[in-house]
């Protein structure tokens, strides 16, 4: 956690140039550490060379493939805040991120042209759009531009940070903004070197990235594992059985997860569970969401103590951690404070007892604002400067956190408050259910009643009949 030697492609170009640092799970295309700095290269020489400087932004907008990393450490090494954009987005609100961001440049992939091709992308000069794998109406080709670049670092290399976007749950997406690190390019910051050192990632690492690239966890990992000099294997889309094959097929040691991945891992029949040889797996990390008590011992159950689990934003305020060892003993716990303190403070922001639930703050972790909302970014910080996601949850005995839910997401009826990740917990343990999410609807009489939406494993069992399993 204290090393802070340079750790980025070109110190593993330069060592073993020839090793793969980045393939593709089912077309199996691959690039290779001198190639990903190669690339990286040019595309911080393109940026240079459209007038972009330290602290400016780039936006991404593209699908799991082979130059999204490469395209981020472009931007990376060139000083500059770069933005994925989730592929789900319709056209305005891809437009409104692009905007609001300040993104100087707009990269985006024939993948994504449905999208793209219905962007208005005002703030975005018609010279500084592109698109890979071949020119489009309004997009220059970004290969074509790349190609002609030079592959060597530009004279003027320092570290650039991602700027993610929130989901958006209550009004329009914010970013998250956090300085720009001061130490010399390549060096980790406290979070990368944290994760780094605690999962014991190095250059004979193998890493599966099952998730979407533009999220914050997937994205961290991944440059995790380059930064490592490790091998990282990206699934364009995540297929449970698929996932299980990879890991046998690529001898995978190190993975990363969502409580959704664990539900259809789960929901696999056990022949296809028990076919795949997972014994080279050592880290299963997971985060983004609390995960079910009774799922998380059933993937300790199949894969043994090899389950680690971390609680933590976009935001880099904070994080926690623990792994099976520490769960086995605190079940249901996110664990304890990596970097910065956790207090739970009430609605005024003062600190109740060990055992009282009220919001998550973090005391003397990194400072972040939300771009554009100074409103927003006030509203996380309380009257001690303590910072928080808006997290509600508590503290035993021994320092170890449990989560609840977001008061964002606390349904009121008839004057009590509702915890819905208590009923998704149970509903998504039915091997009827694929995924589930409780919200609150309006009820003359209470204000808020509780409601579910269930996607079934089988669309054709939806109806009263299963409905009324679940109620029961």
Known sequence: MDDLSPRHPGVYANRTPDRT?????????????????????????????????????????????????????????????????????????????????????????????????????????????????????????????????????????????????????????????????????????????????????????????????????????????????????????????????????????????????????????????????????????????????SVKQAMIDWWGPIIHEYYGGSEGNGLTSLDTAEWLAHPGSVGRAQIGRIRICDDNGDEVATGTVGTVFFEGGPRFEYHNDPGKTAGSYNKHGWSTLGDIGYVDAADYLYLTDRRAFMIISGGVNIDPQEAENVLVTHRAVYDAAVIGVPNAAYGEEVKAVVQPVDPGRAGPELAAELIA
């Open 21 to 293: 640092a980045i393939v593709m799970a089912r077309s199996g295309r691959s690039m290779s550490y001198a190639e990903l700095e190669a690339v990286s290269n040019r595309a911080a020489h393109l940026f240079r060379r459209l007038g972009l400087e330290r602290g400016d932004g780039v936006a991404l907008l593209m699908e799991n493939q082979l130059h999204f990393l490469p395209l981020v450490w472009g931007a990376l090494r060139a000083g500059l805040r770069m933005t994925p954009l989730a592929t789900h987005l319709t056209p305005p609100e891809a437009d409104y991120i692009v905007a609001d961001s300040g993104a100087k440049v707009f990269i985006t992939s024939q993948a994504m042209a449905r999208t793209a091709d219905h962007m208005a992308l005002g703030t975005i000069p018609a010279d500084k759009r592109f698109m890979l794998d071949g020119a489009s109406a309004g997009y220059r080709d970004l290969g074509a531009e790349l190609a002609a670049l030079p592959a060597t670092p530009i004279s003027d290399q320092s570290e650039g940070i991602e700027m993610f976007y929130s989901s958006g749950t209550t009004g329009v997406p914010k970013g998250v903004r956090k300085p720009l690190p001061e130490a010399p390019f390549g060096v980790p910051h406290l979070g990368h070197r944290e994760a780094m050192a605690r999962y014991r990632m190095d250059e004979a690492m193998v890493y599966l990235s099952p998730a979407p690239l533009y999220h914050a966890a997937p994205l961290g990992y991944n440059l995790r594992t380059i930064r490592a000099g490790g091998m990282t294997v990206i699934m364009e889309k995540f297929d449970a059985e698929e996932a299980l094959a990879l890991i046998e097929a690529h001898r995978v040691t190190h993975s990363q997860w969502v409580p959704t991945h664990f539900t259809r891992l789960l929901a696999l029949p056990d022949d296809v569970r028990n076919r795949h040889d997972l014994s080279s797996h050592r880290f299963a990390i997971h985060a983004a969401a609390p995960c079910p008590v």
